[in-house]
T-cell receptor, first 114, second 120 residues
Framework: QKEVEQNSGPLSVPEGAIASLNCTYSDRGSQSFFWYRQYSGKSPELIMFIYSNGDKEDGRFTAQLNKASQYVSLLIRDSQPSDSATYLCAVRRGGSSNTGKLIFGQGTTLQVKP | DTGVSQDPRHKITKRGQNVTFRCDPISEHNRLYWYRQTLGQGPEFLTYFQNEAQLEKSRLLSDRFSAERPKGSFSTLEIQRTEQGDSAMYLC??????????????????FGEGSRLTVL
């Protein structure tokens, strides 16, 4: 079992729709969760960070965390063609086992069609 | 530009040759990470430093890989006796340790543009 799992996609949505990206993780000690966006040929850039159960909203993006289910998701409202990219979920362990590193999933490719 | 910089951006080498990549982190960041990414995969952790100390090295990393951060600033990643399977994008990232710094700090990683290695 991979530590962080994502559906590789591609996930295709029409412009203006809501895109829902999902991620599960295996380590119950994980305490920090990150969503990075990576355009083709570019490096990852952070778009959302969450550490508490529930929802966190930033503009068109909402991150949702459910630690009991070991599940984190990213919703993109009013999807735009410029949102077409690979979205990487990453987790970091916390507490005494915090090693500092982020463990990444394989990423979900999102295609937003005009 | 005050971001993470990597050099060279592209390297083509023949199997068996040694290659070295350099990473200059964001100046106030005390942590520096190396990741490897192949097509269709997420970044795979290789190693990371806090200041000059190498705190963790992936068990997947063979003895042909070595990384240094001698003065706690820039870092180098050397691959000896390269193999075709080493072909990948090598990403460097830096961060503050969580909780450090004057502003709220999530410990997020800031990535450089990467060094692409092609082994023929």
């Amino acid at each position: 079992q991979k530590e962080v799992e994502q559906n590789s996609g591609p996930l295709s949505v029409p412009e203006g729709a809501i895109a829902s990206l999902n991620c599960t993780y295996s380590d119950r000690g994980s305490q920090s969760f990150f969503w990075y966006r990576q355009y083709s040929g570019k490096s990852p850039e952070l778009i959302m960070f969450i550490y508490s159960n529930g929802d966190k909203e930033d503009g068109r993006f909402t991150a949702q965390l459910n630690k009991a289910s070991q599940y984190v998701s990213l919703l993109i409202r009013d999807s735009q063609p410029s949102d077409s990219a690979t979205y990487l979920c990453a987790v970091r362990r916390g507490g005494s086992s915090n090693t500092g590193k982020l463990i990444f999933g394989q990423g979900t490719t999102l295609q937003v069609k005009p | 530009d005050t971001g993470v910089s990597q050099d060279p951006r592209h390297k083509i080498t023949k199997r068996g040759q040694n290659v070295t990549f350099r990473c200059d982190p964001i100046s106030e960041h005390n942590r520096l990470y190396w990741y490897r990414q192949t097509l269709g995969q997420g970044p795979e952790f290789l190693t990371y430093f806090q200041n000059e100390a190498q705190l963790e090295k992936s068990r997947l990393l063979s003895d042909r890989f070595s990384a240094e951060r001698p003065k706690g600033s820039f870092s180098t990643l050397e691959i000896q006796r390269t193999e075709q399977g080493d072909s990948a994008m090598y990403l460097c990232a830096s961060s503050l340790a969580p909780g450090q710094g004057n502003k709220p700090n999530t410990g997020e990683l800031f990535f450089g543009e990467g060094s692409r290695l092609t082994v023929l």
